[in-house]
């Protein structure tokens, strides 16, 4: 999504900074700090640089880097947990700020597909991974899986896909009154029982995910 300053939204940020930094970014070596400014900080992009500056992030050896790391998300492994570098979809999240989008690589597209061929009865996708109480690997859902998983799958152009649909359906439903407002709990997975570090209850004031209106943990 591109968030655009104008006439409607005056460029105030600018004057808390001191001088606009745009030039300076604009003339920076980093092809996707450039699509950030052509995308997100001008009132009026130019799309001829916008679309160079998506084809130079597409080139970029940083950008081919981070795609070799994309896991087997059907091979399972060893993930510390959703804050590793190594997570999926931490990885997609961040070629996506960096401009690459749905279509842009078919390793991507694959690594889409699997994620989205394995979703379970409560609508939520599983992740199939090891973990600290799985030493083998499972097929199991944390609402946190859940949430990163459909994240990259709407940034990534798959939002008109049923499976989608249900797991956002699934993630409303996940949602309960706790002190702090709308937030998700922790929910032990069924399969292996584990859960995140926050507290079960939906009435407790910490929950293993950020509040309906806030940013994700």
Known sequence: MTRRTGPDRPE?????????????ILASPEPAARWIVQTRLLAEPDHRAVAAAHDEVLADPGTTQLIDRLPDWEAGGE???HQSPAFAPNLLGLLADMGVGGGDDQRIERLLDAMARHQLASGRFASFAESRVTPEPAWSSLLCDNHAIVEVLLRFGRGDDPRVARAVGAMAADLGDTTQGRAWPCVPDPVTRFRGPGEPEPTSSRTCSATATGSRS
């Open 79 to 81: 993930v510390s947990g």
């Open 12 to 24: 105030r940020w600018l004057g808390l900074l001191g001088a606009d930094p745009r030039p300076w």
